[in-house]
């Protein structure tokens, strides 16, 4: 998977006078951001909390996304039966639906996680893992656009896919680059008034508020992250768990999801000074997502803002 090595500027230019560091026009490099998202502030705000993360994911990753998010400072729990999952939506702090691997009993409790979210105003956070390609997963992924999510979280082929804009990718592999799933990621935004969240290369964070549409482009990560299976469904459960902090602090939805992806980027940034391959490179990206402070996880991320 290859990505853009810039902001596409014929889609979006930089929003003038915000954030901590202008960056002007230019394509953002180390160091260079110009981003109103505080991170600082967030992640400081997710470890402080400690939020619960009602899980709904798939065989192949639990045990890496409860690892993730008991190393960035969430707390796990999952939670797939039918007859539980209302009540743990009820009272977790943000609920993650990722459709990996589903078996009809799981999806029964996503249906229930999902109802008892919107009911009582837990963040859920959607991951249309291979949608496109199969037909069950992407009927029910497609159907929950309805259910108000508050962010999808998903590569670009994933993004492509469920809007309807284009075939899905290779199995949970994207063939698209995130570029080119922008529009798709707008139109998703648009249509469930949540934030959409497209990894790669680079990653683009788009929310749709009151006709208004930002982005926020992350240069930040390691190829090495491609590498290890569950990297992008345990970003799925740390989304939930910085919307679930920040709701809780009065922050935006937008700036949480951003955050989640800092955290992780940075993350796989310090993993990949140390590692030569996917074994110590997983070992190394849980640690930094335990050591690295709220500030070096900023320093280590180039955000850019943009608007249409
Ligand atoms: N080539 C790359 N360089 C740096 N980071 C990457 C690269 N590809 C993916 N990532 C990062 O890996 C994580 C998982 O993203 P991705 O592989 O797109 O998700 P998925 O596993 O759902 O396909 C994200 O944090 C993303 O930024
Ligand atoms: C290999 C595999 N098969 C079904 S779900 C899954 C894990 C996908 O993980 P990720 O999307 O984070 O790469
Ligand atoms: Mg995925």
Not at 128 to 152: M, Y
Request: proline share 6%.
């Amino acid at each position: 998977m290859t990505g853009p090595t810039h902001a596409p500027r014929d889609l979006f230019r930089p929003v003038s006078g915000r954030g901590r560091h202008t960056g002007g026009m230019s394509a953002p490099g180390s160091g260079s951001s110009s981003s109103s998202v505080d991170i600082v502030h967030l992640v400081s705000e997710m470890r402080r909390s400690e939020p619960l993360v009602h899980c709904l994911t798939n065989s192949v990753v639990r045990q890496i996304t409860a690892d993730v998010l008991l190393a960035a400072g969430a707390a796990p729990a999952m939670v797939d039966h039918p007859e539980e999952a209302a009540d743990f939506a009820a009272v977790a702090s943000g609920v993650l639906v990722n459709v990996g691997n589903p078996t009809a009993e799981q999806v029964e409790g996503m249906h229930a996680a999902i109802g008892s979210a919107r009911e009582h105003g837990t963040p859920w956070v959607l991951d249309p893992v291979a949608v496109g390609g199969l037909t069950l997963r992407t009927g029910l992924a497609t159907g929950w656009l309805d259910h108000v999510p508050a962010a999808i979280r998903a590569n670009a082929s994933e993004i492509v896919a469920l809007a309807g804009t284009g075939a899905g990718g290779r199995g949970v592999d994207s063939t698209h680059d995130v570029a080119a799933a922008l529009p798709s990621a707008l139109m998703l935004a648009e249509r469930t008034g949540g934030v959409v969240a497209v990894t790669g290369a680079q990653d683009v964070v788009v929310t749709n508020s009151g006709g208004l549409t930002v982005a926020t482009w992350i240069t930040s990560g390691h190829p090495l992250l491609q590498k290890v299976i569950g990297t992008g469904c345990a970003l799925g459960a740390l989304t939930a768990a910085y919307l679930g902090a920040a709701r809780a602090a009065g922050l935006p939805d937008h700036d949480a999801v951003v955050a989640a992806h800092a955290h992780v980027g940075a993350a796989g940034t310090a993993a990949g000074r140390v590692a030569a391959g996917p074994g110590l490179f997983a070992v190394a990206w849980l640690d930094a997502l335990y050591t690295l402070t709220p500030g070096e996880i900023a320093d280590s991320v180039t955000l850019l803002d943009a608007t249409p």
